[in-house]
Structure formats: C-alpha cells, structure tokens
C-alpha cells in the first residue's frame, strides 16, 4: 500500500452530501463528472444501473461507485430505506486510470467492512457537524475512505488494470513511483525500462497493456496535471515548464494545446 498511499496524496477528492433520511419512491441519479457514496443505515433498496442491472440491497451497507454511473434507487414500500447519499469528486492526473482499474460498483455489507464502514458513517456524521473544521474533517476522511476502499479492491483480487494494476506489480511499481518522484526527468522508455530491469520492448508492451496507455503518454499526463496545479497557484508558466521538465515555456504551451486544445494560459482562464 506505501506506493497506492503515494499516489493517493496526489489526489483531490471530495465528498459533498445532499441528502439525508427516509426514501420513498425512485430518486435518480444522473452519470455526470462526478461519483456517488451511498450509506444504507436500514430498510431495503434496489440500486438499477443504465444497463437494466439490478442489484437489492436488504443490509446496511456502504454502496460505492468513484466514478460517473448513472443509476436509480427504488425504495421498498414496506422496508423504506435511510440513506446518507454524497457526490463524490476525485481529481488526479491518475483518475481515470485509478477508475478503470476498480468496478464501477462496490457493495459492502457493514457487517463484514467495518472499518470502510466506520469512515463513512464518521464522514456523513461530519457532513452535519457544524464545526469549524468540518470541510477539513470532510476532505481527509474521504481520503481515508478512499484508500480502505482501494485496499479492499486489492485485497481481493479485484483490479481490473490501470495505474492500480501497475502498483502491484513488482517492476511496474518502481516505474510508476520513480515517474511521480521526479517527473521533471528526461524519462525515455529506454531508461524506465532500466528501472523495471527489462528489455525496452517487453517493458513498452507491459507497461501499454497494464496501465492502459503508453509510458511516454504517462508520463504527458502527469506533467500536465502537476502543471495545471501550479498554474492555479499563479506561478509563472516558464518556471511551470521547468519543474515538469520542459525547457521553455513555449514547450509546455505546445503539450497544451496538443492535448487540451489551449494555452496554458487559456486553459487557467477558463479554469
């Protein structure tokens, strides 16, 4: 977990919650930019996803889904639900290589996930709390939530590939940490094959078919993602271009608009 827990302090997530108590009838949820944590405290549901897929759930659980998944939730007329419900929103240049590599739908039975349980009950607690820490309170525990819910998925053999997948894997692992240790290095496939100790074809054809993108495509991201950070923090696009390893600023600007289709500056007025 040392090498996910790196990851995950790259990561912005926040959980805000719109909705507390008893649910009668179908309330939808839209699958827009953002996530959902659902907390069952009692009664019974039955969760439909767009594929027509449903799934009842009679306990009380912790339903997750990190990312976009549009979905209803249809009430028993006898055993009304109460529910905390929360979007959740993940930033990271890793987002959407941490959402493929988990399902798009976690239910855990409190019974048998007590810890994840805990979090989430302590989180929704705080949602409510009038202190002057709650936003802060808010923050880490949906960190702490997060990193439970990736343990698990990984305890159990449930990564289904992306950057998870990679840091599972002993060589890979090494890759990705020395990426994000210092992505101002002029990383070549040729010397991250070094790191994983393999031949450059076999490392380019692992790292492409487990992570689900290129090295040097990885590596674009990352830079671009650290950039846009410190772009918000109205440092000076030169000295951005320096610290995620590129020469000039005029270099940065060209990665910006290949991939975003704006300037640097562009892209942080319209942010």
Known sequence: MENIATILRKISIKADVFFSGKLCGIQSFEGDNNGHLHLLKSGKLTLVLDNNRKITVDKPSVIFMPGPTTHRIISDNVDAPQLVCANVIIESVDKKLLLDAVPDILVLPLSLHDDIGRTASWLFEEAFNQSVA??????????MFLLQVLRYVLDNQMVQGGVLAALTHPQLSKVIASIHGAPEQSWTVDSLADVAAMSRSKFATLFRETVGTTPNDYITDVRIALAKEMLKDNVPVSIVANKVGYEHASALARIFRKRLGLSP????KNA
Do not use: G
């Open 134 to 143: 709650r936003l802060a309170m808010i923050d880490k525990l949906s960190e």
């Open 265 to 268: 500056k562009e892209w942080l």
